[in-house]
């Protein structure tokens, strides 16, 4: 396969997991949180495909156009690791949706950025909250979720947040 071939799937296998994902939170209340804005493609697609919730993007180096730029109060501008732990407040809530594309081409990057961001974020899901992510996550309380089946395997992933992994969290 083609690099070119390789991108294109990468990113029909992106749409895919984001639409099904906007299906799946339909009755789950909560804002959206996008972990990577780089150039604003899928931050635009979400505001697009779930209208009528509030987004905040979280990104250490903002450079998207700023038609594709979300607005002040929106956007948390600094490494996850810091922004991250108690963003709930600044959301107003859990998240419905939590989408996380945040790798690199460096793997052994990702393997690393996301052995911690799995636990970090699941406390910011509402119980029955989706993450659907880049990067395979491993956390208390992540199901995996099968993915569309334009999706290809290993490609992007599905969780949803289990009642069990709230109640851990609350004790
Ligand atoms: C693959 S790009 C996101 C692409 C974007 N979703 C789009 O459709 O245009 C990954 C983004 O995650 C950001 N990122 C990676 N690790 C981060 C970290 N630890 N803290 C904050 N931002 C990070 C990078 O700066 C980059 O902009």
Same mark, same amino acid.
């Given at each position: 396969?083609?690099?070119?071939?390789?991108?294109?799937? #990468?990113?029909?296998?992106?749409?895919?997991?984001?639409?099904?994902?906007?299906?799946?939170?339909?009755?789950?209340?909560?804002?959206? +949180? /996008?972990?990577?804005?780089?150039?604003?493609? &899928?931050?635009?697609?979400?505001?697009?495909?779930?209208? /009528?919730?509030?987004?905040? +993007?979280?990104?250490?180096?903002? !450079?998207?156009?700023?038609?594709?730029?979300?607005?002040?109060?929106?956007? @948390? @501008?600094?490494?996850?690791? /810091?922004?991250?732990?108690?963003?709930?407040?600044?959301?107003?809530?859990?998240?419905?949706?939590?989408?996380?594309? +945040?790798?690199?081409?460096? *793997? &052994?990057?990702? !393997?690393?950025?996301?052995?911690?961001?799995?636990?970090?974020?699941?406390?910011?899901?509402? /119980?029955?909250?989706?993450?659907?992510?880049?990067?395979?996550?491993?956390? *208390?309380?992540?199901?995996?979720?099968? @993915?569309?089946? *334009?999706?290809?395997?290993?490609?992007?992933?599905?969780?949803?947040?289990?009642?069990?992994? #709230?109640?851990?969290?609350?004790?």
């Amino acid at each position: 396969m083609s690099r070119l071939d390789s991108f294109i799937r #990468r990113l029909l296998a992106q749409r895919a997991c984001l639409d099904r994902a906007a299906v799946l939170v339909g009755g789950v209340p909560g804002p959206v +949180v /996008e972990l990577g804005l780089g150039n604003g493609r &899928t931050y635009d697609h979400l505001r697009q495909i779930l209208p /009528e919730r509030r987004i905040y +993007v979280f990104e250490r180096a903002p !450079a998207a156009h700023p038609l594709c730029t979300p607005a002040a109060g929106y956007l @948390v @501008v600094g490494d996850f690791a /810091e922004t991250l732990p108690g963003a709930v407040t600044r959301l107003g809530g859990p998240a419905a949706l939590i989408h996380a594309d +945040v790798g690199s081409g460096d *793997e &052994t990057a990702n !393997a690393r950025l996301a052995a911690w961001l799995g636990p970090l974020i699941v406390p910011m899901l509402a /119980e029955g909250g989706i993450i659907t992510s880049d990067q395979r996550l491993t956390a *208390e309380g992540l199901a995996p979720q099968p @993915v569309p089946a *334009e999706a290809d395997k290993g490609r992007y992933y599905l969780y949803r947040r289990t009642a069990m992994a #709230r109640r851990a969290a609350a004790s």
